[in-house]
Nanobody, 123 residues
Framework: QVQLVESGGGLVQAGGSLRLSCAAS????????MGWFRQAPGKERTFVAA????????SYGDSVKGRFTISRDNAKSMVYLQMNSLKPEDTAVYYC????????????????WGQGTQVTVSS
């Protein structure tokens, strides 16, 4: 089973940018579709973005389309989330996720999860 460790969170002003990273170890990285979810205080964990094993196809939640970009580097076993034009409502703990297929990542059930990284956007 793959293990996931997120990094790159922090405090940023509205309109700013951050890049989150997720390092994977264990199972061969290119056998996993990958994704990002987020959870704000008192709210459910919600889908942010996902990417196929090869990186050819991506999917995004409606609230981040056009602002966030997911990518992966299979040679380094890394997945990234570039976040631009950040808003205070983007404040949350961001979790990296892995599963066999991108549709499974998006659905959330059966995902392998990282421990999360906090992103705080000030107004």
């Amino acid at each position: 089973q793959v293990q996931l460790v997120e990094s790159g969170g922090g405090l940023v002003q509205a309109g700013g940018s951050l890049r989150l990273s997720c390092a994977a170890s264990g199972r061969a990285f290119n056998t996993n579709a990958m994704g990002w979810f987020r959870q704000a205080p008192g709210k459910e964990r919600t889908f942010v973005a996902a990417i196929t094993r090869s990186g050819v196809a991506t999917s995004y939640g409606d609230s981040v389309k056009g602002r966030f970009t997911i990518s992966r580097d299979n040679a380094k076993s890394m997945v990234y989330l570039q976040m631009n034009s950040l808003k205070p409502e983007d404040t949350a703990v961001y979790y990296c996720a892995a599963n066999n297929l991108m549709v499974q990542v998006q659905n959330g059930g059966g995902n392998v999860w990282g421990q999360g990284t906090q992103v705080t956007v000030s107004s």
